[in-house]
């Protein structure tokens, strides 16, 4: 578990690095005076809605893990996972956002694999399964003023294509084999090779097109409720006026360029292309008020999801039972 939480503390002294950074650039005393008369109910609005996210995502992990049949009562099965450890195990993994593409969120399989004994590769797809449809619910979020601003019609298509090119070839058995070999022929890939191709099985599974409808309906749901928290830190401006519609197409399409840039948790992507959108396109708000509402609006999702995760981790190691001790020997069912 440590490999994790290495990549988590790299990506949060980046993240405190990257923002210690733009407040210098933007200068102390202009932040603070782009809050003054700050209406902060706001931002505690606004962590209410990321905390219903989380349990909308929560009820994704749990769809999954009912089609993967992990509570059966057959080998490899989980018949004594309880909701509670099973949220514990959810909330941990926010604890891994701060990771390229937040891939690090696979932490949940390998703690599923300590506490209740689930393979490991059997339930990592799950996490390919969220990223696809939280690229989907983005894509159609960013699509409410995509069509004003087409200069980021580009941001849509790639990925568009992208989430298509994944659900087509990790939702196909057949042709998900297929590359694999392919790439088992290349130096070096073999034993990589190997390993993805205990994950074909549970990937399809989840890729099936009802499945993916109904988690992305529910990403939709969720993203939509972190714009209308957006939405709210922004007017919290004394002066500044936007819409709804343009605060959830600022908020989706900046995430969708944090997400295509593959840095940790985004970082510096998506902070950097909300500050200069909204003071570009929303009245009243300033550079300095712009990087301000980014920052906040930060706080209460990534860093927020991060804080959570930590504790829901703290908890899980003192309280969980581990039916099955930790097996490095067995490469397959490790991350």
């Given amino acids: 578990m440590s490999r994790f939480v290495q990549r988590a503390l790299i990506g949060v002294v980046l993240g405190v690095l990257l923002y210690v950074g733009a407040v210098l650039y933007v200068d102390l005393g202009r932040?603070?005076?782009?809050?003054?008369?700050?209406?902060?109910?706001?931002?505690?609005?606004?962590?209410?809605?990321?905390?219903?996210?989380?349990?909308?995502?929560?009820l994704k992990w749990e769809l999954c893990l009912g089609w993967l049949k992990v509570r059966g009562d057959g080998p490899g099965d989980a018949p004594q996972l309880t909701r509670t450890r099973s949220l514990l195990i959810y909330l941990a993994g926010l604890s891994m956002s701060v990771t390229p593409g937040k891939v690090g969120e696979v932490l949940r399989s390998y703690l599923l694999r300590l506490t209740d004994g689930v393979p490991f590769a059997r339930t990592a797809p799950i996490v390919v399964a969220d990223r696809l449809s939280d690229l989907v619910a983005l894509v159609i979020l960013s699509l409410i003023g995509v069509s004003q601003f087409r200069e980021y019609l580009p941001v849509v298509l790639v990925t568009l294509a992208l989430v298509v090119a994944g659900v087509v070839v990790l939702g196909t058995p057949r042709l998900a084999r297929g590359l694999l070999a392919l790439l088992a022929r290349l130096p070096g890939l073999a034993r990589l090779s190997a390993r993805a191709e205990a994950l074909v099985d549970s990937s399809a599974a989840l890729l099936r097109l009802r499945p993916l409808l109904l988690l992305s309906l529910i990403s939709v749901l969720g993203w939509g409720l972190e714009c209308v928290g957006y939405w709210l830190i922004l007017r919290g401006l004394v002066g500044a006026e936007a819409s709804l519609a343009l605060c959830t197409f600022l908020w989706s399409t900046t995430t969708l360029i944090g997400a295509l840039s593959f840095l940790p948790g985004g970082l510096g992507a998506t902070e950097g292309s909300l500050a200069v959108l909204v003071a570009r396109l929303a009245s009243g708000v300033s550079q300095a008020a712009a990087l301000a509402t980014t920052l906040l609006i930060r706080a209460c999702t990534l860093w927020y999801g991060e804080l959570v995760g930590g504790l829901a981790l703290a908890v899980l190691v003192r309280k969980a039972p581990r039916?099955?001790?930790?097996?490095?020997?067995?490469?397959?069912d490790t991350p």
């Avoid at 603070?32 to 909308?56: D, I, M, P, T």
């Avoid at 039916?323 to 067995?330: F, G, K, L, S």
């Fill in 31 to 58: 932040i603070r005076e782009a809050l003054a008369g700050y209406a902060w109910s706001a931002v505690a609005l606004a962590l209410l809605l990321s905390s219903a996210n989380y349990l909308l995502r929560f």
């Fill in 323 to 332: 039916a099955v001790p930790p097996a490095p020997h067995a490469p397959h």
